[in-house]
């Protein structure tokens, strides 16, 4: 018994120093990519004085937000495990560490699903601008995202109501309202990512029946793949081990606002890193000018699809016609 007590409190160490080299790196790398996009954003506003501004207030607002929320996360994270280990034994370290009612846990778990919430929020949002502004399409989203306040509140109001030690799985209070958020941001991150992707696969055969080139999509669409597989699969990642009551949960737990913050940031750095040599060379063609990033999602991907789609009928309806006529 006393081994295995022994072998548990090594763990929960040894996980919890994981977690924070791990979520030190993504912080790393949220900071640089946020830094780099506001940059390109910039540069890209002095290019184009006489045009729209890509460089908006939604997108300072998204991104100072996640900026100040995931770092501020990662301090806490080291400021409990400098508190946890200072001046104590290895069991009260894992006592206080693992402790649901500490002030500086309940402030990350805060944190946590207020990243969850605006990384939801922009993935919804993009869906939104990809569908035309189609208001039928958000509405599933919406309503599961409602449901993630709904969590979000009351996780963070049972972690301050919770005094005892860690919590013992989904029968816990905690437990419950953490695992309902949690499948609530896989509902939604699933169902937009299939809507964005099934959007821009349509808009991608619509374009090539019109005979207009479209190899940007096919350009845009990985990117856009990559940034919300990453951020999905890191939640199904905390979302398992928690349920299962693994001690990995502490590092998808920690890494979770970092996660969140790289997949809304990393699709605008990449489009701009690979627009933004090429700006000088575009003259305006339907798909020769380059994304904006106003609505972090490139608006030409419900225009031009909606431009294609009534070229296509238009030149279906001449061939009729021409038909009939022969």
């Not at 309202?177 to 609530?184: E, K, Q």
């Not at 349509?202 to 350009?219: D, F, K």
Request: net charge negative; charged share 15%.
């Amino acid at each position: 018994m006393a081994n295995t007590a022994s072998e548990n409190v090594n763990g929960v160490l040894s996980v919890n120093l994981a977690s924070i080299c791990i979520e030190s790196l993504l912080c790393g790398m949220f900071d640089s990519l946020t830094v780099a996009s506001i940059y390109i954003l910039h540069i890209r506003t002095e290019a184009r004085r006489g045009g729209r501004p890509p460089l908006t207030l939604p997108v300072l607002v998204v991104s100072g937000t996640l900026l100040v929320a995931v770092t501020t996360h990662w301090i806490l994270s080291i400021c409990r495990l400098f508190i946890g280990l200072g001046g104590h034994g290895s069991q009260a370290a894992v006592e206080y560490l693992t402790e649901c009612g500490q002030p500086l846990y309940v402030a990350e778990v805060a944190i946590v699903f207020l990243c969850t919430i605006v990384a939801d929020a922009v993935l919804v949002f993009r869906l939104w601008v990809v569908w035309s502004h189609n208001k039928t399409v958000v509405v599933p989203p919406l309503a599961i995202m409602v449901g993630l306040v709904v969590c979000s509140v009351g996780g963070t109001y049972t972690s301050m109501e919770v005094g005892h030690t860690e919590n013992d799985g989904l029968t816990s209070k905690v437990g419950k309202w953490t695992m309902s958020g949690l499948i609530c941001t896989l509902c939604t991150d699933l169902y937009c990512s299939c809507m964005i992707a099934g959007k821009l696969l349509r808009t991608h055969r619509c374009t090539e029946r019109a005979g207009a080139s479209c190899a940007v999509i096919l350009n845009w669409l990985p990117i856009y793949i990559e940034s919300a597989a990453f951020y999905t699969a890191w939640t199904l990642f905390y979302a398992i081990t928690y349920g299962a009551q693994s001690a990995a949960r502490y590092i998808g737990a920690a890494c979770l606002p970092a996660a969140a913050g790289i997949a809304c940031t990393l699709i605008n750095v990449h489009i701009g890193f690979d627009q933004l040599p090429k700006s000088e060379q575009r003259q305006g063609g339907m798909w020769d000018r380059a994304p904006q990033f106003t609505t972090w999602i490139p608006e030409w991907v419900s225009e031009t699809y909606d431009n294609t789609e009534a070229q296509a009928t238009q030149s279906r309806d001449s061939r009729e016609d021409a038909g009939d006529k022969g």
